[in-house]
Protein backbone atom coordinates (compact mmCIF):
# COMPACT_ATOMS: atom_id res chain seq x y z
CA UNK A 1 0.00 0.00 0.00
CA UNK A 2 1.58 3.62 0.50
CA UNK A 3 2.10 3.04 4.42
CA UNK A 4 5.31 4.54 5.29
CA UNK A 5 7.56 3.32 7.96
CA UNK A 6 6.57 5.52 10.89
CA UNK A 7 2.97 4.96 9.94
CA UNK A 8 3.24 0.80 10.39
CA UNK A 9 5.62 1.15 13.56
CA UNK A 10 3.15 3.59 15.45
CA UNK A 11 0.17 1.51 14.29
CA UNK A 12 -1.08 4.33 12.04
CA UNK A 13 -1.20 7.97 14.03
CA UNK A 14 -4.00 10.42 12.69
CA UNK A 15 -2.36 14.11 12.31
CA UNK A 16 -5.59 16.88 11.97
CA UNK A 17 -6.80 20.36 12.80
CA UNK A 18 -9.57 21.56 14.66
CA UNK A 19 -11.29 25.11 15.43
CA UNK A 20 -12.39 25.18 18.75
CA UNK A 21 -14.64 28.13 20.40
CA UNK A 22 -14.66 28.05 24.29
CA UNK A 23 -16.79 30.15 26.96
CA UNK A 24 -15.25 30.21 30.10
CA UNK A 25 -18.09 30.66 32.52
CA UNK A 26 -17.94 34.29 33.14
CA UNK A 27 -18.23 36.23 30.04
CA UNK A 28 -17.75 39.80 31.34
CA UNK A 29 -14.42 38.74 33.70
CA UNK A 30 -13.21 35.94 31.39
CA UNK A 31 -14.80 35.77 28.01
CA UNK A 32 -14.52 33.76 25.51
CA UNK A 33 -11.65 32.26 23.27
CA UNK A 34 -11.35 30.38 19.23
CA UNK A 35 -8.58 28.26 19.32
CA UNK A 36 -6.69 26.40 16.35
CA UNK A 37 -4.90 23.30 17.20
CA UNK A 38 -3.23 21.08 15.14
CA UNK A 39 -3.25 17.51 16.72
CA UNK A 40 -1.80 14.55 16.62
CA UNK A 41 -3.68 10.84 17.74
CA UNK A 42 -1.45 7.70 18.63
CA UNK A 43 -3.14 4.22 19.01
CA UNK A 44 -1.93 3.27 22.51
CA UNK A 45 -3.77 -0.12 22.44
CA UNK A 46 -5.60 -2.01 20.83
CA UNK A 47 -8.01 -5.44 20.47
CA UNK A 48 -10.23 -6.16 17.75
CA UNK A 49 -12.70 -3.27 17.81
CA UNK A 50 -11.80 -1.87 20.67
CA UNK A 51 -9.29 0.59 20.97
CA UNK A 52 -7.28 3.57 23.50
CA UNK A 53 -5.88 6.62 22.55
CA UNK A 54 -4.07 9.22 22.78
CA UNK A 55 -4.70 13.09 21.03
CA UNK A 56 -2.13 15.85 22.16
CA UNK A 57 -3.54 19.89 20.52
CA UNK A 58 -0.18 22.22 20.41
CA UNK A 59 -2.02 25.45 18.85
CA UNK A 60 -2.38 28.86 19.85
CA UNK A 61 -5.67 30.88 20.87
CA UNK A 62 -7.66 34.25 20.77
CA UNK A 63 -9.11 35.32 24.59
CA UNK A 64 -11.05 38.26 23.88
CA UNK A 65 -11.35 39.32 27.77
CA UNK A 66 -7.73 39.19 29.36
CA UNK A 67 -6.22 41.69 32.17
CA UNK A 68 -6.77 45.43 31.77
CA UNK A 69 -5.62 47.71 34.58
CA UNK A 70 -8.82 50.22 33.52
CA UNK A 71 -11.60 47.91 31.71
CA UNK A 72 -10.67 44.24 33.41
CA UNK A 73 -8.84 44.53 36.72
CA UNK A 74 -10.74 41.65 37.98
CA UNK A 75 -8.92 39.05 35.50
CA UNK A 76 -5.74 38.00 37.36
CA UNK A 77 -5.07 34.74 35.47
CA UNK A 78 -4.90 36.10 31.41
CA UNK A 79 -2.78 39.10 30.73
CA UNK A 80 -2.88 38.71 26.89
CA UNK A 81 -5.05 38.17 23.98
CA UNK A 82 -2.86 35.24 22.05
CA UNK A 83 -1.89 32.74 24.29
CA UNK A 84 -0.34 28.94 23.86
CA UNK A 85 -3.25 26.71 23.95
CA UNK A 86 -2.44 22.97 24.58
CA UNK A 87 -4.60 20.14 25.01
CA UNK A 88 -3.94 16.49 26.25
CA UNK A 89 -7.08 13.64 25.82
CA UNK A 90 -7.09 10.10 26.58
CA UNK A 91 -9.83 8.01 24.35
CA UNK A 92 -11.60 5.34 24.81
CA UNK A 93 -13.05 4.25 21.42
CA UNK A 94 -15.62 0.61 20.76
CA UNK A 95 -16.29 0.42 16.84
CA UNK A 96 -19.75 -0.71 16.39
CA UNK A 97 -21.54 -1.34 12.95
CA UNK A 98 -18.87 -0.82 10.10
CA UNK A 99 -18.88 2.85 10.20
CA UNK A 100 -19.71 3.92 13.46
CA UNK A 101 -17.79 4.41 16.72
CA UNK A 102 -18.35 5.23 20.13
CA UNK A 103 -15.67 7.24 21.77
CA UNK A 104 -15.60 8.21 25.75
CA UNK A 105 -12.64 9.53 27.60
CA UNK A 106 -11.01 12.87 29.30
CA UNK A 107 -9.04 15.92 28.48
CA UNK A 108 -6.84 18.71 29.72
CA UNK A 109 -6.82 22.02 27.97
CA UNK A 110 -4.68 24.61 29.34
CA UNK A 111 -4.27 28.80 27.96
CA UNK A 112 -0.92 30.50 28.83
CA UNK A 113 1.08 33.06 27.66
CA UNK A 114 4.20 31.85 29.12
CA UNK A 115 4.53 34.93 31.11
CA UNK A 116 5.28 37.31 28.14
CA UNK A 117 2.34 38.86 30.02
CA UNK A 118 1.65 39.28 33.11
CA UNK A 119 -0.84 38.24 35.12
CA UNK A 120 0.01 34.78 33.99
CA UNK A 121 -1.97 31.94 36.23
CA UNK A 122 -3.15 30.30 33.18
CA UNK A 123 -6.86 29.32 32.41
CA UNK A 124 -7.20 25.29 33.44
CA UNK A 125 -10.16 23.25 31.60
CA UNK A 126 -10.54 19.49 32.86
CA UNK A 127 -14.05 17.82 30.69
CA UNK A 128 -15.61 14.14 30.42
CA UNK A 129 -16.04 13.30 26.56
CA UNK A 130 -18.84 11.32 24.98
CA UNK A 131 -19.25 10.82 21.17
CA UNK A 132 -20.10 9.40 18.38
CA UNK A 133 -18.19 9.52 15.32
CA UNK A 134 -19.17 8.66 11.80
CA UNK A 135 -16.54 7.47 8.74
CA UNK A 136 -18.04 6.69 5.29
CA UNK A 137 -14.72 5.37 3.87
CA UNK A 138 -13.55 3.34 7.38
CA UNK A 139 -10.37 1.75 7.37
CA UNK A 140 -9.00 -0.93 9.38
CA UNK A 141 -6.05 0.62 11.15
CA UNK A 142 -4.97 -2.50 12.75
CA UNK A 143 -4.10 -4.08 9.31
CA UNK A 144 -0.23 -4.12 9.38
CA UNK A 145 1.42 -5.05 5.91
CA UNK A 146 4.17 -7.03 4.97
CA UNK A 147 6.84 -4.72 5.34
CA UNK A 148 10.53 -4.29 4.94
CA UNK A 149 12.11 -1.51 8.17
CA UNK A 150 15.31 0.12 6.44
CA UNK A 151 18.39 -0.52 8.72
CA UNK A 152 19.45 1.56 11.81
CA UNK A 153 21.16 5.15 10.36
CA UNK A 154 24.77 4.83 12.18
CA UNK A 155 25.84 8.06 11.35
CA UNK A 156 25.98 10.94 14.25
CA UNK A 157 23.51 14.26 13.99
CA UNK A 158 23.78 17.15 15.13
CA UNK A 159 21.10 19.99 16.20
CA UNK A 160 21.04 23.30 16.57
CA UNK A 161 18.30 25.78 17.98
CA UNK A 162 18.53 29.13 18.25
CA UNK A 163 15.78 30.91 20.76
CA UNK A 164 13.91 34.11 21.16
CA UNK A 165 11.29 35.64 23.32
CA UNK A 166 9.94 37.82 25.01
CA UNK A 167 8.66 38.63 29.18
CA UNK A 168 7.07 41.48 30.76
CA UNK A 169 8.71 42.00 33.82
CA UNK A 170 6.99 41.05 37.11
CA UNK A 171 4.09 43.79 37.12
CA UNK A 172 1.53 44.33 34.71
CA UNK A 173 1.82 46.63 31.66
CA UNK A 174 5.45 46.70 33.03
CA UNK A 175 8.44 46.96 30.32
CA UNK A 176 9.07 44.13 27.66
CA UNK A 177 12.66 42.42 28.06
CA UNK A 178 14.04 40.25 25.39
CA UNK A 179 14.79 36.29 26.36
CA UNK A 180 17.57 35.04 24.00
CA UNK A 181 18.91 31.06 24.55
CA UNK A 182 20.45 28.11 22.20
CA UNK A 183 21.12 24.39 22.23
CA UNK A 184 23.87 22.06 20.31
CA UNK A 185 23.16 18.31 20.31
CA UNK A 186 24.88 16.15 19.13
CA UNK A 187 23.01 12.34 18.76
CA UNK A 188 23.06 8.55 17.45
CA UNK A 189 20.36 6.34 16.47
CA UNK A 190 20.00 3.46 18.85
CA UNK A 191 17.13 1.61 16.18
CA UNK A 192 15.45 3.35 13.45
CA UNK A 193 13.63 5.98 15.32
CA UNK A 194 14.79 6.24 19.05
CA UNK A 195 18.35 8.06 19.39
CA UNK A 196 20.28 9.64 22.12
CA UNK A 197 21.36 12.32 22.65
CA UNK A 198 23.93 14.95 24.13
CA UNK A 199 23.79 18.80 24.39
CA UNK A 200 24.25 22.20 25.99
CA UNK A 201 21.62 24.96 26.87
CA UNK A 202 21.82 28.58 27.08
CA UNK A 203 19.49 30.89 27.86
CA UNK A 204 20.30 34.70 29.10
CA UNK A 205 17.27 36.90 30.23
CA UNK A 206 17.65 40.74 30.02
CA UNK A 207 15.25 41.22 32.48
CA UNK A 208 17.82 40.39 35.34
CA UNK A 209 20.28 42.77 34.42
CA UNK A 210 17.82 46.04 34.12
Known amino acids: GDEHEWEIRYHNPRIGASVEYTRFGNDTVFGSAVSFLPNVEINVAFHKNFRLKFRIFEGFGWITKPFDRISNPRNNVIGSHLNDCTSFEFLTEKKFFKKYTICFG ?56 PDLGFKELKVADGPMFHVFGASAMAGKYLNNWDKLWLGIDFSFNSSYHW
Do not use: C, Q
Open 106 to 161: GSFTHWSSGAVKVPNLGINIPSIDLRIRYEPNSYNEYFVPHFHYSPVRKKIIFSLM
